[in-house]
């Protein structure tokens, strides 16, 4: 007889955890409401002085350490390692653990600099985590599905088990990254929060009565309580960007085509009119911006058909440093032009949500930037074609990684169990119609900006909630439209943490009157002494493959408001 | 009671006529088998000298001489216009004629030019055709279907009959471009003859019992016979390369994302699996050069969601002009690898394709550059993927365009008609992902062959027959795998013309033992008395997004055959 799906479930969780050295196991970790907050002093207790100098170390910072042979990959390595193990026990945040093949290449890392005196690449020795999407040698790709177990996407004997690695995990291992663990993300992968049948729900670190966001949701937690210095996540609707706001880090969801999704495992693969992108979460903009030089050294358009040969355009990111006087020459200092989206109409944003705009908004203009209202084209119109693009196949392919186990669905995305009829050829064809002529439409909108801003350019950037909420609770994600818009356009955009609720402050909206149904859901989902201390986050939207202009521009305002 | 479909495709056929100017028609032209060849000394006799001096200079010279002031655009635009006329009435290239708005706009350049002593645009005074695609000013576009005659795209009462023109459109007249014409296509576009129910059969001007290739025949037929410079067609299959190789034409394939499709009419718009793409066809390689240049310049990427930006990059170009040795610094000087894929094992070309790939083999190799055999992943696989995305709506946009208005399909395309069912969404995704796996395997053979060229680099280009036979015969284009392997793989590609037919040499085989039955048929269509005079083209292919190498290498292989 083969098992049951709750004993292979059972089985995996075990073995996760099994992964875990025993030095390293929490015995009784407390209970949610007993350690709401489980980041900073919490976390520190179970590492050393060094442990937590190191794992509060941003990765642009570690790499000046590691390149320069001033820390080992191995200590640098084992630090993250230790708290990483300490983050799945108090977060459910990993899906795979491998802590030893990390420790041997950062040994490897360490062999070569002794030998060379000099660095492999521009990542020598930072610890990465990856999205369970990701294949690493040696470990599984779940993606959260228990029928996947002991498969390769489901698919048994195709010679690729536990052997064959995405694209980018080549690259990132040839500039230099060690690799330590896979995260966890919701099955199907098209949810905010994260919940499976294997590891259970993903803790919000900051505050455990709240969702670590998803879809890349085990990403958020582990970099969220410092278990990761940077991984990287994948967003089709906000599963990067989701995470970052919701532990209070910066994340860039990249346009199409920049970043190499080759070789990795993904739902509904195939789906096109809307592509997922690939990208990275960190606890700087600086650690962005790295790793994405990294990877374009490596000339990811050799390798992965769909990326553009476009390498990093440091002449894109000098102009805006001179636009901000950055440059060290003051005659060239001007100012940027901001659009704000203070509601898209449909759902609109929570107290705390709406102080973090005013706390950007007021900085920005203190700094003699401006800040214009924007009034796009219709989100609604734009989020309907959007949506279709989720649902073109019925879930057929959901439904059947469901079947190989016979697990049921996590209520956040049992939609999929109702859907019987596929979008035929023409239905799909029709949509990518709209869809592009709604970009065309969104476009010549942000170009006559131009005659409204004061700089003569059309605004540079946007700024726009991520989710009408600081972080979701459980099983209350009901609106993706903030982050999805994105996506239909296929901007560049990057979250930034901005503040942390305070219940005194962001009371609730006494009187309000809710839109309709929906708004009013998001509306009586806010509980200030619930989400008391969680992260606030907005993002700053740019054009199309506007990547290294984001970066400046995310990490100049990162300042402008003391982050 | 409303017309017959008969009777409105007669008045538009009489009334484009009716829009040459009485002193430019001509009586009683020949028939086929009296004049096969309506090139050169044929055409030049309804011309006057100055008019055959203008006709007969590249784009890129006219350029240099009306941005100068030495040509007025009005003499330049007046004279395309008298040849394009006489080329209409001997190969039924034409779907719009718009000669009065071309010569006022003509001479609003030269008022210009003369207030302001300096050239509108880089295009200053240029006439360029555009296939009828494109929607222009005052003019329709039918794309060659009944139905769509006095009708924007099919529809009425869309405000947009003939007053909403393309971006492109709108890019070519800042840049100072003339636009005086629409060129023919075959009805549905997908079909690499041109030939519909309102003007015909567009015939081949070097070779009348030959295609003038499709879908963007009119030009191929417009520009072989010097009736335009320079024009636009599009490529979904090798729908620019094929008229341009059947012509004697260089014409380029960029790949998806370089230029702008925003606002043109399409058959199955919205599928997106593989995309067609809009290119220039020309006499020389700069006159390709200067209208990509100068549509780049215009940053379409502002005004065209799916353009990259990606300004022409003269570092691409320079790195081909230093290997070659023509930046005058002979140290620099090295030599270039070419792939040669002599057949594809599916359909073998023809004695004079063969010869061609001979001649331009030698004279590389007499150059001293190297040529290797190009041993791909299966075409075959390949192209059984890419043949479905024409197919995914088994017809429904097509035969809608048919049904308005009762015209029957001509044979080329009648496969339209026996398909019944739509591929679901899944099927599409799952196309997409075989499509994607097939690229990169392919990218991977290009990698590979680093491992064997004498460079240190992959093959530069490869040379390869655009199709299995010069020119097609009527009702015999059989085969489209050599064109349309490079949509799949979306890869940049030129056409180069090499040499004509010549009956005497580019005898029939002797003892050929076909492959299969496709095979026998392309085979026995060959026929050295029907041929003779024929152009021979081949296309140059690079990888994807290579416009300024691949248009460099064209050159300098154009150079080196004495084209």
């Known amino acids: 007889m083969s098992k049951s799906w709750e004993q292979r479930a059972q089985e995996k969780r075990e073995a996760i955890l099994a992964a875990i050295p025993q030095e390293w196991r929490i015995e009784n970790p407390p209970l949610v409401e007993e350690q709401v907050d489980v980041t900073g002093k919490f976390v520190q207790q179970f590492l050393s002085e060094r442990e937590v100098e190191i794992t509060e ?33 108090l977060l459910n945040c990993l899906h795979e653990i491998f802590f030893d093949a990390a420790i041997a290449s950062a040994q490897a890392l360490d062999a070569y600099y002794a030998a060379h005196k000099k660095p492999i690449g521009p990542l020598h020795g930072l610890p990465v985590s990856l999205k369970d999407q990701f294949h690493v040698k040696d470990a599984e790709t779940t993606m959260g599905y228990v029928g996947w177990i002991g498969t390769f996407e489901g698919k048994t004997g195709t010679g690729k088990e536990k052997s064959f690695e995405s694209e980018m995990v080549r690259e990132l291992r040839a500039s230099g990254a060690v690799l330590y663990c896979k995260t966890s993300v919701p099955h199907t992968l098209m949810s905010g929060e994260t919940v499976n049948n ?21 990403e958020g937690a582990l970099i ?3 278990g990761s210095p940077l991984g990287f996540g994948t967003d089709i609707g906000g599963s990067i960007r989701i995470p970052a706001a919701f532990n209070g880090l910066y994340g860039i969801r990249p346009s199409t085509g920049r970043m190499p999704y080759e070789g990795m495992a993904n739902s ?15 606890t700087s903009v600086p650690s962005l911006r790295l790793v994405i030089k990294a990877l374009l050294a490596q000339k990811p358009w050799l390798h992965d058909p769909l990326v553009h040969e476009l390498p990093w355009r440091f002449d894109k990111e000098r102009e805006i440093l001179e636009l901000l006087g950055a440059s060290g020459d ?4 001007g100012k940027l032009s901001f659009g704000i989206l203070r509601t898209d109409g449909i ?3 929570l107290p705390p949500i709406r102080r973090a705009m005013d706390i950007v908004v007021q900085a920005l203009e203190g700094l ?8 796009p084209p219709s989100h609604k119109t734009l989020l309907d074609e959007a949506f279709k693009t989720w649902v073109f196949d019925a879930g057929t392919d959901v439904k059947s990684a469901f079947s190989l186990s016979g697990e049921p669905m996590s209520d956040q995305i049992s939609f999929y169990a109702s859907l019987a009829k596929e979008y035929s050829a023409s239905e799909v064809a029709a949509t990518n119609v709209r869809l592009r002529q709604l970009k065309k439409e969104y476009m010549e909108y942000w170009n006559s900006t131009e005659q409204v801003t004061s700089t003569g350019r059309p605004v540079d950037a946007v700024i726009c909630p991520l989710a009408p909420f600081p972080a979701a609770r459980p099983k ?19 979250v930034v943490p901005v503040t942390n609720v305070e219940k005194a402050v962001d009371r609730v909206d006494e009187g309000y009157r809710p839109i309709d149904g929906l708004d009013k859901g998001v509306y009586e989902s806010y509980d200030p002494e619930i989400y008391d201390g969680a992260h606030v986050s907005l993002q700053l939207v740019g054009r199309r493959l506007q990547e290294e202009k984001m970066l400046a521009i995310a990490e100049y305002v990162g300042k402008a408001i003391g982050k």
Not at 212 to 218: F, M, N, R, T, V
Not at 268 to 282: C, E, K, W
Not at 476 to 494: E, Q, R, W
Request: with cysteine; proline share 3%; charged share 20%.
């Open 347 to 349: 759902v609109n944003p």
């Open 268 to 282: 509904m693969d195939g789906q096109n009119s809307i592509l997922s992108v690939v990208g990275p979460l960190a």
């Open 224 to 226: 969220g309580i410092r």
């Open 476 to 494: 209350m994600y009901t609106y993706y439209g903030y982050s999805t818009f994105v996506n239909a356009l296929d901007y560049t955009s990057v």
């Open 198 to 218: 294997i590891i259970g729900y993903t803790l919000n670190p900051k505050n455990r009565r709240l969702a670590a966001g998803g879809s890349s949701g085990g």
């Open 330 to 333: 003051a005659s060239k200092a």
């Open 57 to 89: 170390t941003t990765a642009d910072e570690i790499v000046k350490r590691t390149v320069s042979g001033r820390w080992s990959a191995e200590e640098v390595t084992r630090a993250f390692c230790h708290r990483a193990a300490i983050a799945h026990q």
């Open 368 to 375: 003699g930037h401006e800040v214009i209202d924007w009034k």
